[in-house]
């Protein structure tokens, strides 16, 4: 059922810091077609994990994950804007891909079967959010903090997925892909506020609330993996084409179109009104204890705020992810990939644009090193950058690949990093 609109805020902010790497770049293993010949299979696993904002840095974050404590210098190093960005975005990952010599009556296709974990936490807020989450409501005594414009979004959920794609051919450069998700919701949260503001009387005395926005969640009684909160449906495409004479290719990716329909025990009211009560001073966000703000319960603020329960089924559309990559071998030793990826409906100011350098440090019959450089721009943040090694072992016919990158400036410079990712990928090809 729902929770009180201002607890729920809390509980996001806070919840949210536990989110703090996630992924963009390419979850799907839509990258792993063009490794198949006719008869051969691969089955792989990878976490993709990218975190990123143009305000909140990696060491604030990872003090948080820590659980370490937080000090005012700490709280005001954060780069505070008057329009702030995060997003935390994670996929776990097991695929089985096959190219047989005959599938459904032709040698033309080969099929996909994979599932997977995801989670995805995203978020637009101001400075007065911010500080209202992580100082408490006795930094604005005698002033408003300002919740206005204020938006976030966590949804976990998973998924199982079926597809099919074909391989260039002499006369066919084209790799195509066409696949469906079954998806089980397991937890969504939402709060969109228009105008929204909070005064508390410079004593504590007595606080004062406007609140206008929309509020959703999901079943809170089925918040588990295994628990079914709500059930949809989504459509995944892949398009490639390979320029074999040039050496270079195209790819267009279109992820996650379809929606979940979360059940009826579900939470959506379109609040709009203003709230008076007295005496509820809160110094430590991060101290909440046993569902208690100071001595309140979650009853005593359902009381003072009047707010009615609306259980409701409500259907809501899935963040589809576009990726349009260039890729192009430039030498025997070297190669580039340069694209651009966009989640729709996620917070994202604009789309991220990368551009990656491959090195193959070593080239054998039976083992291949390849190091590659990442720099990024957009997103959450601003400049972006990364670095990554790819092991390959085997011969034509079995190999073992094994990839891995993360952006290690964060570990360097963590007070003027303002993202990190990690990305571990095994695959074997049989």
């Given at each position: 059922m729902g929770k009180v609109i201002t607890k729920i805020i809390i509980i996001i902010f806070?919840?949210?810091?536990?989110?703090?790497?996630?992924?963009?770049?390419?979850?799907?293993?839509?990258?792993?077609?063009?490794?198949?010949?006719?008869?051969?299979?691969?089955?792989?696993?990878?976490?993709?994990?990218?975190?990123?904002?143009?305000?909140?840095?990696?060491?604030?974050?990872?003090?948080?994950?820590?659980?370490?404590?937080?000090?005012?210098e700490l709280k005001t190093s954060?780069?505070?804007?008057?329009?702030?960005?995060f997003g935390s975005i994670q996929d776990l990952n097991l695929y089985y891909i096959s190219y047989p010599d005959s599938f459904l009556g032709t040698n033309q296709y080969g099929f996909k079967v994979s599932m997977g974990y995801h989670s995805n936490m995203n978020m637009k807020f101001g400075a007065d959010a911010f500080n209202l989450a992580f100082r408490g409501n006795s930094y604005f005594a005698g002033k408003k903090a300002d919740l206005s414009d204020l938006n976030i979004n966590y949804l976990v959920y998973q998924d199982l997925q079926f597809g099919l794609f074909t391989r260039p051919s002499d006369d066919n450069p084209l790799t195509y892909y066409l696949g469906f998700s079954l998806i089980k919701g397991?937890?969504?949260?939402?709060?969109?506020?228009?105008?929204?503001?909070?005064?508390t009387?410079?004593?504590?005395?007595?606080?004062?609330?406007?609140?206008?926005?929309?509020?959703m969640a999901s079943d809170s009684i089925k918040p588990d993996l295994l628990e079914f909160a709500g059930t949809g449906f989504a459509t995944h495409l892949f398009f490639?084409?390979?320029n074999i004479v040039r050496n270079f290719s195209v790819s267009l990716a279109v992820d996650n179109f379809g929606y979940i329909n979360w059940n009826q025990n579900s939470f959506l009211v379109e609040e709009d009104t203003s709230l008076h009560w007295e005496g509820i001073i809160i110094d430590d966000i991060l101290n909440i204890e046993d569902g208690q703000i100071n001595g309140f319960s979650d009853d005593t603020l359902q009381k003072l705020l009047k707010q009615e329960e609306h259980s409701v089924n409500f259907r809501k559309q899935m963040p589809e992810r576009v990726q349009l990559s260039f890729?192009?071998?430039?030498?025997?030793?070297?190669?580039?990939?340069?694209?651009?990826?966009?989640?729709?409906?996620?917070?994202l100011k604009m789309p991220l644009f990368y551009i990656r350098d491959f090195y193959d440090i070593l080239r054998a019959e039976k083992i291949g090193l390849q190091l590659n450089l990442d720099a990024g721009y957009g997103g959450y943040s601003g400049f972006q950058t990364s670095m990554g090694m790819t092991f390959a072992t085997g011969s034509k016919e079995k190999n073992l690949l094994i990839n891995a990158s993360t952006n290690f400036l964060s570990f360097l410079i963590p007070k003027h990093t303002f993202s990190q990712n990690i990305f571990v990928c095994l695959s074997y090809r049989f």
């Open positions: 806070v919840l949210s810091t536990h989110q703090v790497f996630s992924q963009f770049d390419n979850p799907e293993g839509n990258d792993k077609f063009n490794l198949l010949t006719r008869g051969h299979s691969l089955i792989g696993s990878n976490f993709n994990s990218y975190y990123s904002s143009n305000s909140v840095h990696y060491k604030f974050l990872s003090s948080l994950m820590g659980n370490k404590y937080i000090d005012d954060v780069k505070l804007k008057d329009d702030n960005r397991q937890t969504y949260y939402s709060i969109a506020t228009e105008e929204a503001w909070l005064f009387e410079e004593t504590g005395e007595y606080l004062d609330l406007r609140l206008q926005g929309l509020f490639n084409y390979d890729f192009k071998r430039t030498s025997k030793m070297n190669s580039i990939k340069a694209g651009l990826i966009y989640l729709h409906d996620v917070n």
